[in-house]
C-alpha cells in the first residue's frame, strides 16, 4: 500500500529577482516522512547569465535530495505528480535559495504548530 501524503503547508517568496512557492507533504500514516513539492525561478529583466528557468522538484525527507518533478494535469481527470530522477543539474544558486527557504518554512510550521518531523 502506497503512503498518502497530505499538504500541510503552502507558502510563496521572492529575494530579489528569485522567487519559489513550496508545498510541505507530510505522511497521513507516518510510512514515510513526505517532502516538498517547489518550483522557482528568476523575474522578468534578470541579466540572461542570471536566469533561472522555472523548474519543479520534489525534496524528499528521507534522503533531503532534490528529483525533478512534472505536474500532468489532464482535462476532465485528477492531476498527477510525477517525481523524476535526482537532479544533477541543479543550479548551486538555485539549491541554495531553495535549501535556505524551505527550511525556515519548516521551522516556522514546527514551531507554530508543534509538529515534530523527522
Request: glycine residues 0%; aromatic residues 0%.
Given at each position: 500500500m502506497s503512503d498518502r501524503l497530505m499538504k500541510v503547508l503552502t507558502r510563496r517568496t521572492s529575494n530579489g529577482q528569485i522567487s519559489m512557492w513550496g508545498t510541505l507533504h507530510l505522511s497521513a500514516t507516518g510510512a514515510t516522512r513526505g517532502g516538498w513539492l517547489c518550483d522557482s525561478w528568476t523575474e522578468a529583466g534578470t541579466s540572461?547569465?542570471?536566469m533561472?528557468?522555472?523548474r519543479v522538484h520534489w525534496l524528499d525527507k528521507k534522503d533531503n535530495k532534490f528529483y525533478v518533478a512534472h505536474i500532468n494535469i489532464p482535462l476532465g481527470s485528477i492531476a498527477e505528480l510525477q517525481i523524476g530522477?535526482?537532479?544533477?543539474e541543479i543550479e548551486p544558486r538555485r539549491e541554495s535559495f531553495l535549501r535556505t527557504t524551505l527550511a525556515k518554512w519548516e521551522d516556522e510550521y514546527l514551531l507554530a504548530d508543534g509538529v515534530q518531523v523527522s
Open positions: 540572461a547569465a542570471h533561472l528557468q522555472p530522477p535526482l537532479d544533477m
